[in-house]
């Protein structure tokens, strides 16, 4: 089992940044994708951003330019957020991949107001 616990969240006005970190903790070994998800409300859930464990990282085209992800240890992944519009308000997810299974964890909220 893999544990994925975020932070980093909350309320920021528009065209400011925040860095959202997550860790993982339990059977850490041989997770492969960590990323992150957001979901708006009464929205699904969509990918923002995943890296993968040789560092090759994926955007969704609504975030590349001004998000960042990066992971600096098997288990840590972050997600900076620059140039914030309130359309990136939602709760963010982290994401992990551990042998075709995915974990999730519980996720935090971001506000961008206008």
């Known amino acids: 089992q893999v544990q994925l616990v975020e932070s980093g969240g909350g309320l920021v006005q528009a065209g400011g940044s925040l860095r959202l970190s997550c860790a993982a903790s339990?059977?850490?070994?041989?997770?492969?994708?960590m990323g992150w998800y957001r979901q708006a409300p009464g929205k699904q859930r969509e990918l923002v951003a995943t890296?993968?464990?040789?560092?090759?990282t994926n955007y969704a085209d609504s975030v590349k330019g001004r998000f960042t992800i990066s992971r600096d240890t098997i288990n840590t992944v972050y997600l900076q957020m620059n140039s914030l519009t309130p359309e990136d308000t939602a709760v963010y997810y982290c994401?992990?991949?551990?042998?075709?299974?995915?974990?999730w964890g519980k996720g935090t909220l971001v506000t961008v107001s206008s």
């Open positions: 339990g059977s850490i070994f041989s997770i492969n994708t």
């Open positions: 994401y992990a991949d551990r042998y075709r299974v995915d974990y």
């Open positions: 890296i993968n464990s040789g560092g090759r």
